[in-house]
């Protein structure tokens, strides 16, 4: 069936459709990563993106039960330039196409995405459109211009209710703004005791817990839309050690009087570059975001600046200057991605247990 993927700019692509037959609105954005589209389309940071993937082969090695970063998948759509209809691979349960059948979401194949990619590239992050139907292109736009931008994906994509994932090691308060499984992965298997709260958890509740540490999760959207997290991390970072992740990056920033700001067309992939200033190091991250935080805002906070992108130099880590809480752009956990950055949950940690020696001197169990 044809299908056709309509721009703000005005920009008409006519492809075919896979996955849900459903007309659907959201933001049009790149994915550099050339394996991991299981990962990303149930990655929650993607709620309310229609995704383009770079890679021109998508749904060649199928969908599988243990590669899923959510319960569900939240994108609104997936732009593919080819789409496997029979997937090879001993770990394939599913084929894409049934995978986004089953959760509703369109996609549509056969679009030239180095050219879609170029326009992004040059115009900036655009919302659209996949459709099926034959409305008008001036009809389409015409809605895409009255249709307000979405602020609720955090709410959308966190947990309702509190749960545990217990262990015996340092008790993790993580604050879920859309959390991914590899962030829940990487505390696990470092034996964290690991209550996972929703995004609008009051910080008494969050202290209530007796936590040993705090993360804040990644998370889709604008960070400014979570309005009542930035107290609630002002009030946690007093007592606790921190450590945000992405959206968790943004609010940390903000907590502490920085600022945001939307970016052109955003970092998304697996493939990005980032520059450890401290340790003069650099390592390959996976990205996933279309906001930074602004670099003069840094200048008369409490926030030092300790990664930096290699591509375009925006900031990707911070830390405290005098507490202990720091924060990355990226994704440490990878999932897809490289691991190089998984070292950052050992640092977090290790300041973990300096916290804890500190609060229960004879502590020994830990
Ligand atoms: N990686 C993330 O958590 C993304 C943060 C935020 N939604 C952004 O797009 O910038």
């Known amino acids: 069936m044809k299908a056709r993927l309509i721009l703000e700019d005005g920009t008409e692509l006519t492809g075919k459709s896979f996955g ?11 994915n550099t990563a050339m394996t991991g589209y299981q990962e990303m389309l149930s990655d929650p940071t993607g709620c309310g993106q229609i995704v383009t993937m770079t890679y021109p082969l998508q749904g060649n090695y199928g969908i599988n039960r243990d590669d899923f970063e959510a319960v569900r ?8 330039r080819e789409h496997c209809e029979y997937p090879s691979n001993f770990r394939s349960q599913q084929t894409l196409d049934s995978l986004l059948k089953e959760y509703d979401i369109p996609g549509i194949s056969e679009i030239d995405t180095r050219m879609l990619t170029r326009r992004i590239r040059d115009k900036g992050t655009m919302r659209g459109v996949i459709t099926t139907k034959n409305t008008p292109v001036e009809e389409i736009l015409e809605t895409l211009r009255l249709r307000p931008a979405q602020t609720d994906q955090v709410s959308i994509v966190s947990t309702n209710r509190i749960y545990c994932s217990p262990g015996r090691g340092a008790r993790i308060a993580l604050i879920d703004y859309g959390v991914k499984h590899g962030i829940l992965r990487e505390l696990s298997n470092r034996h964290c005791d690991i209550t996972v709260v ?6 008494k509740t969050i202290e209530q817990l007796r936590p040993d540490g705090i993360v804040l999760s990644n998370g889709p959207g604008n960070p400014k839309d979570v309005t009542q997290a930035v107290e609630t991390v002002q009030q946690l970072m007093q007592t606790f050690p921190v450590f945000g992740i992405g959206l968790g990056h943004q609010l940390f920033a903000l907590a502490n009087g920085a600022d945001t700001e939307k970016m052109k067309f955003g970092h998304h992939g697996a493939n990005h570059a980032v520059k450890d200033v401290e340790q003069d190091r650099v390592m390959i991250t996976a990205q996933s975001h279309g906001y930074t935080v602004t670099p003069a805002s840094i200048e008369n906070t409490d926030l030092i600046v300790t990664h930096l992108a290699v591509n375009d130099g925006t900031i990707e880590g911070l830390k405290h200057k005098t507490l202990p809480a720091f924060s990355v752009q990226y994704h440490p956990e990878a999932s897809p991605g490289p691991e190089d950055s998984s070292y950052l949950f050992d640092h977090f940690l290790n300041i973990v247990v300096e916290y804890i020696k500190g609060v229960h001197p ?3 169990t830990r």
Do not use: D
Request: proline letters at 11%; aromatic letters at 14%; glycine letters at 8%.
């Open 362 to 364: 004879n502590a020994t």
């Open 73 to 80: 998948p939240y994108l609104h759509g997936i732009v593919a």
């Open 20 to 30: 849900a037959v459903r007309e659907s609105y959201g933001e049009v954005i790149f």
């Open 198 to 203: 929703p995004y609008n958890t009051p910080a």
